[in-house]
């Protein structure tokens, strides 16, 4: 990959929104042990209104537009708590992009870390509250570091992921005190967050599509 043009953009979302509706049975299910069992099916109806708005929109629609009707479409389509956290985040990520043509590594990186800010102004998660921020936080921090040592795309990509199924990963051992599962207590202690998973299902959507460019 040299750069993102707004085409590849598009494609990436539709890679998002194949792979959570290949992963929507086992998001649901994890959202069944500490939730209420919707997060795959939440996610997949949220990614499949992004899909078929970008389907309508301008085909010469810049990034920021892209972004921005993602994160409409995301927003007005999911009721659950997932709605307004990657609205938000994609409506970031736009700004992140503003006046750009195309999108390089660095302007990718800016894009994560704009998303997952995006989601801890909306949401007010930390760090260890048992959420998608677990998995989001770390994938920042790391995409930005390997920006700094000079990574590459793909590299880049690859190290949010990494650090993301890892976060998503320690979510086992968090009490929640966020979201629906806080109400839980000690019996959510042993589960992934299905938030964290989903996480990392865009991530290694978006690390798969990137490396194919
Ligand atoms: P709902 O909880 O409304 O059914 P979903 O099932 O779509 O929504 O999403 C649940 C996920 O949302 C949780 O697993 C958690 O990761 C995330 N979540 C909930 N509240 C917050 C929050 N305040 N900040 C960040 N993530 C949150
Ligand atoms: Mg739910």
Redesign the pocket.
Known sequence: MTELTAANLRSLFQAIGDAIEADKGRLSEL?GV???A??GV??SIGFTAVNEALGKLDPGADPTTVFNTAAKSFLNA??????P?YGTAFMRAGAAVKGKATIDRDALADCIAAMAKG??D????ERG?????DAWLPAADAIQAAKARGDGAVACLGAALAAAAEGAEATKAMLAT????SRLGERALGHI????ASAVTILKAMTEAVRKL
């Open positions: 959202d500490i939730g209420d919707d997060h939440t996610m999911v009721g659950a708590s997932s709605g956290l989601m801890q909306r949401g007010k998660a509250e048992k959420t998608m921020m966020k979201g629906r599962a967050d299905p938030g964290a």
